[in-house]
């Protein structure tokens, strides 16, 4: 931890020694969430706390035709609140958008419009606190006292609550066979990129002679996609390997989709801890997948890769295999990832 004590505390929850009814860290779309529908309860009174200067939803993976995994109705309020001032129609309405959304027909929204929205929202709202890192939390009595500093300034900050909500996200992370690589060359220019970079690198990732991609979720399809697309106008060898033995679609029915409804969720958090965590355990199926309609874009654009480049044997266009041939600039191997795989793809 840091020491926070010299800096000089400027904000006013220290200053009158208010206790709030929460603090909340991390501004992300829970959060977010959390704030808008908490914003008209003129009862209650809490504070959101980001370290970042504004919210930029995963900007390394804001490709131009992502989409979001669910539709529009589960936006930050609609589900609880259809008439809050801060639900997607709404904010469709006040930018002139709607009638552009209802005619595109898909209940699904572009990743980069999903930002936008959350940005709009942000900046509506009137709790939340960016450039504030939390840096201490300590539990005192039945208060919460959270203790930070503001990056810009190095002000520090003091907030008391009687509860504390987090939702910090994840970190982005690099499995340990990626060390080898990272030991041979300078971080700054390294081979290793994690899918959160992925924009910020992809001119430096697309001059390189090889690129593997590991893991077998949403972002992996979504940027094999899109390198496959490009794949004529450079050099590259594009590879997809997965620990997984095949590309799992994401469970989608509708009555899987009633295990997120309001009774199921009652439902499950009255059930003893041991039973609730050998459910969660089979339900994978729910958040970690593919949507089947980029499953079914990647395998139409490898089959009018393979008609492109012309049929040089006469099995060529009967292959059930149309990823894995050693003739073509693209590989996709389900259920071979281990750690000397990943190594020796990385060298």
Not at 6 to 16: F, G, I, K, S
Request: charged share 25%; proline share 5%.
């Amino acid at each position: 931890m840091h020491d926070t004590s010299t800096p000089h505390v400027t904000d006013t929850a220290e200053t009158r020694n208010e206790v709030l009814d929460f603090v909340a860290i991390g501004i992300g779309p829970f959060n977010l969430s959390l704030a808008c529908l908490s914003e008209p309860l003129e009862d209650v009174n809490g504070v959101f706390l980001e370290r970042k200067a504004e919210f930029d939803w995963h900007p390394g993976m804001l490709l131009e035709d992502a989409s979001m995994q669910t539709p529009f109705m589960a936006d930050m309020v609609s589900l609880a609140d259809p008439t809050s001032h801060f639900s997607f129609l709404n904010y469709l309405k006040l930018h002139d958008k709607l009638y552009n959304f209802y005619i595109r027909e898909d209940f699904f929204l572009l990743r980069r419009e999903y930002n936008q929205y959350c940005q709009w929202a942000a900046r509506e709202l009137t709790s939340l606190r960016f450039d504030h890192d939390v840096q201490d939390i300590q539990h005192v009595g039945d208060i919460y006292v959270v203790r930070g500093i503001r990056p810009s300034t190095q002000e520090a900050f003091v907030y008391r609550a009687r509860k504390l909500v987090l939702g910090t996200g994840t970190q982005p992370y690099l499995p340990g066979a990626a060390d080898a690589v990272h030991s041979e060359v300078p971080v700054a220019g390294s081979r290793v990129c994690h899918n959160a970079h992925y924009l910020a690198r992809k001119d430096e990732l697309t001059s390189q002679p090889a690129i593997t991609i590991l893991g077998s979720g949403q972002s992996a399809a979504e940027i094999y996609l899109d390198l496959l697309r490009e794949i004529d106008q450079h050099a590259y060898q594009l590879n997809w390997i997965t620990r997984s033995p095949r590309f799992f679609p994401l469970e989608y029915g509708k009555l899987t989709l009633e295990m997120t409804s309001p009774d199921y969720i009652d439902y499950f958090h009255a059930l003893p801890r041991e039973q609730r965590n050998t459910l969660l355990a089979t339900q994978k199926g729910l958040y970690k997948g593919i949507n089947l309609e980029l499953i079914d874009e990647i395998y139409n654009t490898l089959y009018a890769k393979q008609l492109q480049r012309g049929a040089h044997h006469p099995d060529d266009q009967h292959r059930a295999d149309l990823a894995d041939s050693r003739e073509r600039r693209w590989r996709l191997q389900p259920g071979a990832l281990s750690a000397r795989t990943a190594a020796s793809l990385a060298s």
